[in-house]
């Protein structure tokens, strides 16, 4: 169990940073923003931390109590990370050229909450 736990959460570290590479890179950027990058790292992220959640409620980790408050608040922020990025990327799909400025305030939730998240998982 050890091992799987590892795996995932070595994935739980590359979905994040799908999310949190592109929006440094393109932080200043006025449009093409790599929104299919985003949203495969927020679906990342929702499966491996309740896989990672799955596998501590089985016991496979020896930490004792899970901090349920610290998972609902970092899966409800993942939802919200969700959300934008797939909005981001339906409306990119649907402009001519990978959209503009419109698209600039779904692209910046995302990574901003990411980073919220970071914050969230370290300190509490
Ligand atoms: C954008 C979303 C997310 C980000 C950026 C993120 C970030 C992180 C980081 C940096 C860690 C390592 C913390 C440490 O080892 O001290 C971590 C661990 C963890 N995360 Fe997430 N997380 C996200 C979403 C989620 C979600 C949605 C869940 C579950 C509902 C979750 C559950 C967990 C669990 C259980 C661990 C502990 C893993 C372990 O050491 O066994 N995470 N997360």
Redesign the pocket.
């Known amino acids: 169990m050890d091992i799987l ?1 590892s795996v ?2 070595v994935g ?2 590359i ?2 940073a799908a ?2 590479g592109p929006f440094l890179m393109q932080a200043r950027w006025k449009g093409q923003f790599a929104f299919p990058v985003v949203l495969g ?2 679906i990342t ?2 499966v ?3 896989v ?2 799955g ?2 409620e089985m016991g ?2 020896d ?1 004792g109590d ?1 901090n349920y408050a610290k ?2 608040v ?2 409800t ?3 919200v ?1 969700f959300v934008v990025a797939l909005l981001g990327f339906l409306k990119q799909r649907k402009t001519p050229g990978g959209g503009g400025r419109e698209l600039l305030p779904f692209f910046h939730a995302a990574g901003g ?6 914050a ?3 300190f509490w």
């Open positions: 736990h995932i959460l739980h570290f979905g994040l999310i949190v790292g927020a992220q929702l491996t931390g309740l990672l959640v596998l501590a496979g980790d930490d899970l998972i609902g970092k899966l922020i993942a939802v990370i909450l990411a980073l919220v998240n970071i969230l998982a370290v």
